[in-house]
């Protein structure tokens, strides 16, 4: 026997022995991201949680161009499951906005990160209401992105039109420590600024704008999409006291075909096994992804993730479920 036959021998003999896929198990597409982002690395270990703890199954991790592409693949059936906003999924059921005229009717399985979205000014620009930024030179968020999608129309609904300047994250940031930009709206990690905007308040004083009460009733009536987000007070943040601003949950959908014991069976496995998920995505240290579902998610679940959910003692309240 050659060298390189006696490896392949080798390999296969070692593949029988570690579980890997066999002829009978029903293999899956898990649409990601951009191979750099974390949330790729989440998926990865995703896949690897299903392979080792979901039996008859073996799951790869797909890169893509995240929501819109991931929704788009899995209607045609070339995903299985997929990285998504939880705007955009609900947007995608209702057959609006970017997907106007080509509903996708693709279930939630789990949500595994809140992204509250912080109106970020800077302390000297005397800002102290959201109305303040009428006429304003502000950035919306990073050009093509969801948080640049939710303020433009959580601004339109409440009536104010700031001078939108466009750009990614770190050129908007950039203006802002130069002082051509008064602010922008940027995602926070927990309750937290992220690393960059974090950068920016080291040599930039910063103050978080709230949305008035009345502003959160508008947003619940006519964004259901949205998740209202109660923010604890914060001296980075300028904030003495307790705030509210509008979310969105980063999630997992699955293709709309996806039988209820597939779902269950993939969103089951990931329930019992969230450790591992924490050391690949750090953000969800010490986070039990089923509460933050129920508690933050906007669009109906899957049967068998309810299934899941419920199996684990999970309360699934009534606006998660599918509409009978």
Known sequence: ???????????????????????????????????????????????????????????????????VDNLRRMARGQLDIGLVTTPALYHANEGINTFEGEPIASQLLWAYSLAPQLIISRADSGYETVEDLDGERFGPGQRGSSTEATSQMVMELLGVTPEWVRGTNGELANLIKDDRLN?????????????????IATLTPLRVLPVSDAGIATIQENLPELSIVD???????????????????IAVSAQPDMSEETAYAITKAVLENQEAQAAAFPALEGIDIGSLTVDFATTPMHPGAIRAFEELGYDVPDNLRPAM
């Open 1 to 67: 026997m050659t060298f390189f036959k006696t490896m392949a021998a080798t390999g296969l003999a070692l593949g029988l022995m570690t579980g890997v896929a066999s002829a009978q198990d029903q293999r899956l597409a898990f649409g990601a991201t951009n191979a750099q982002s974390s949330h790729y690395a989440y998926f990865a270990s995703l896949a690897q949680i299903v392979n080792d703890h979901a039996e008859g199954f073996q799951a790869s991790v797909v890169e893509t161009g995240a929501t």
């Open 231 to 249: 923010m604890p007070a914060s001296e980075q943040q300028g904030r003495d006291e307790p705030y509210r601003t509008w979310g969105f949950m």
């Open 183 to 199: 602010g922008f709206v940027k995602s926070a990690v927990g309750t937290d600024f992220d690393p960059l905007t974090t950068d």
